[in-house]
T-cell receptor
Framework: KNEVEQSPQNLTAQEGEFITINCSYS?????LHWLQQHPGGGIVSLFM???GKKKHGRLIATINIQEKHSSLHITASHPRDSAVYIC??????????FGTGTRLQVFP | DAGVIQSPRHEVTEMGQEVTLRCKPI?????LFWYRQTMMRGLELLIYFNNNVPIDDSGMPEDRFSAKMPNASFSTLKIQPSEPRDSAVYFCASSLAPGQGWTQYFGPGTRLLVL
C-alpha cells in the first residue's frame, strides 16, 4: 500500500528559527511534491523533486531516494510562512498520494 | 494568466439536491485533476483527465459522483443526490502535460456544505 507520512503534525516556532518538516513514503516514487496551503485555503506547489535538492529563496527541499524520505527546510522563518505544508508522492501515473500535512505557526 | 478558475467558491445545499462544481483549467494545460479535502481524510484525488479523457476515477467515492470534461477549457464535478458527508472543499488543478514532470496548479477551491 502506498502511504505518505509527515512529521510533525503541528509545529510552532519563533521568527528567525530554522524549520524542518519531514516526509516519508513506503514505495518507490517518480516524484515528490511539496505544497503550501495558506490560511485562506489556497494551495501552491512549492517543489517537485525526484532526486537531490532544490532551493527557492528561504525554502530548501531534499530527498533521499534510498531512505524514501524527504525534508522541507525553512531558513530564517517569518510569520508569513505560517501555513500547512503538505507532501505528496507521485508514482508512475499522474496520481498523487498526499500526506496529512504539517501545520506551521511562526510567531513574531 | 488567470490561473485555474473554480465556481462557485461556496455552495450550501440541502441533502438530496444536485450539486455541480465547475472548473476552467489554465489555457494550454492538458491534464486536469479533481481533489477533495476534509479534516478527517486530508486531500484525496477523485479523478483526473488527460486531453479531456478520464484516466483514473478510482477515487470517486460512489455512483453519486460524476465528472465530465467536454472540452479542454471546462470540467464539471456533479454530486447527485448530495449527502452531508459530501461536505468538503473541492479543488481542481491542472498541469501542462501528463506525467510526473509537471507542476500542478490548484484552483481556489469550492467549499461545499450539505445540510
Amino acid at each position: 500500500k502506498n502511504e505518505v507520512e509527515q512529521s510533525p503534525q503541528n509545529l510552532t516556532a519563533q521568527e528567525g528559527e530554522f524549520i524542518t518538516i519531514n516526509c516519508s513514503y513506503s514505495v518507490g516514487i517518480s516524484a515528490l511534491h511539496w505544497l503550501q496551503q495558506h490560511p485562506g485555503g489556497g494551495i501552491v506547489s512549492l517543489f517537485m523533486l525526484s532526486s537531490g535538492k532544490k532551493k527557492h529563496g528561504r525554502l530548501i527541499a531534499t530527498i533521499n531516494i534510498q531512505e524514501k524520505h524527504s525534508s522541507l527546510h525553512i531558513t530564517a522563518s517569518h510569520p508569513r510562512d505560517s501555513a500547512v505544508y503538505i507532501c505528496a508522492a507521485g508514482y508512475n501515473t499522474d496520481k498523487l498520494i498526499f500526506g496529512t500535512g504539517t501545520r506551521l505557526q511562526v510567531f513574531p | 494568466d488567470a490561473g485555474v478558475i473554480q465556481s462557485p467558491r461556496h455552495e450550501v445545499t440541502e441533502m438530496g439536491q444536485e450539486v455541480t462544481l465547475r472548473c476552467k483549467p489554465i489555457s494550454g494545460h492538458n491534464s486536469l485533476f479533481w481533489y477533495r479535502q476534509t479534516m478527517m481524510r486530508g486531500l484525496e484525488l477523485l479523478i483526473y483527465f488527460n486531453n479531456n479523457v478520464p484516466i483514473d476515477d478510482s477515487g470517486m467515492p460512489e455512483d453519486r459522483f460524476s465528472a465530465k470534461m467536454p472540452n479542454a477549457s471546462f470540467s464539471t464535478l456533479k454530486i447527485q443526490p448530495s449527502e452531508p458527508r459530501d461536505s468538503a472543499v473541492y479543488f481542481c488543478a491542472s498541469s501542462l502535460a501528463p506525467g510526473q514532470g509537471w507542476t500542478q496548479y490548484f484552483g481556489p477551491g469550492t467549499r461545499l456544505l450539505v445540510l
